[in-house]
């Protein structure tokens, strides 16, 4: 969804235009969102991903696929490796990890749409793969990652392979042991804002500027999302926040 913000003649509520757009009128140097959505109130359910993985240090192209063989890998014990060379040059580690997952676990897909594969911090950048297919990537090993998996994504009560790629300076490690659980709200979300006319280094002063946020659920549910917009100069706030309610 996507929402313009410029004139309208009610300074209260948010005219909504034909095709969907709400419009109103501000001044506005920073627009502060968050987004909420509605669940339905369940157990939660959750696998958690135990035990050793194997481990290669060889680039292997196939080796995300379910079918590839990693019989003669070495075993990896422990989500944690480093190894003695005295250099930080990038260098490359490749694990798999074959797991049964479970249908009991289906009934988690009612509270978002979507399950997450939530792995904490990895050092440092990683591409992760479920069955073969690509489920996520991260350039930095200072945020936590969580990917997303639908329902059709997993083999029910058969094996699944999940193998990731790290790049990493010499140490590698995994900060919590990784499990599949509902997807939380915050993940589903992709939302950015940005001027539309004028110049965002020009002083804003008594200018009626248009600011436009786009809001993307990534979730197969609809939401009911609250969004709060502050209006911000220089820190000090100069209107007050402001809620306004949508699906998505």
Not at 32 to 57: D, E, H, M, N
Request: glycine share 6%; aromatic share 8%.
């Amino acid at each position: 969804m996507i929402l313009n913000y410029g004139k309208t003649n009610n300074r209260n509520k948010p005219a909504i235009k034909p095709n969907g757009i709400f419009m109103k009128t501000i001044q506005i140097l920073t627009i502060s969102l968050i987004t909420i959505i509605s669940t339905i109130p369940l157990p939660a359910q959750v696998i958690t991903i135990q035990g050793p993985r194997k481990v290669s240090f060889d680039d292997t192209k196939e080796f995300c696929k379910s079918a590839y063989s990693d019989t003669a890998w070495k075993d990896l014990p422990q989500l944690k490796w480093t190894d003695n060379r005295k250099t930080t040059a990038n260098r490359l580690l490749e694990m798999r990890k074959h797991v049964v997952i479970s249908s009991s676990l289906k009934p988690a897909f009612k509270r978002t749409g979507l399950l997450s594969l939530s792995m904490g911090n990895i050092g440092q950048s990683d591409d992760t793969y479920l069955n073969g297919k690509l489920i996520g990537s991260a350039g930095s090993g200072d945020t936590y990652h969580n990917y997303l998996v639908g329902t059709d994504d997993i083999l029910w009560n058969q094996g699944n392979v999940i193998a990731t790629r790290v790049r990493h300076w010499g140490s590698f490690q995994v900060s919590k042991v990784p499990i599949f659980v509902a997807a939380a709200p915050e993940y589903l979300f992709v939302y950015c804002s940005g001027l539309k006319n004028g110049d965002k280094k020009a002083p804003v002063l008594n200018k009626l500027l248009l600011y436009q946020l786009s809001v993307k659920n990534d979730s197969r549910l609809s939401a009911d999302i609250v969004m709060l917009i502050s209006t911000i100069s220089r820190g000090i706030k100069l209107v007050q926040t402001e809620k306004m309610w949508f699906s998505a």
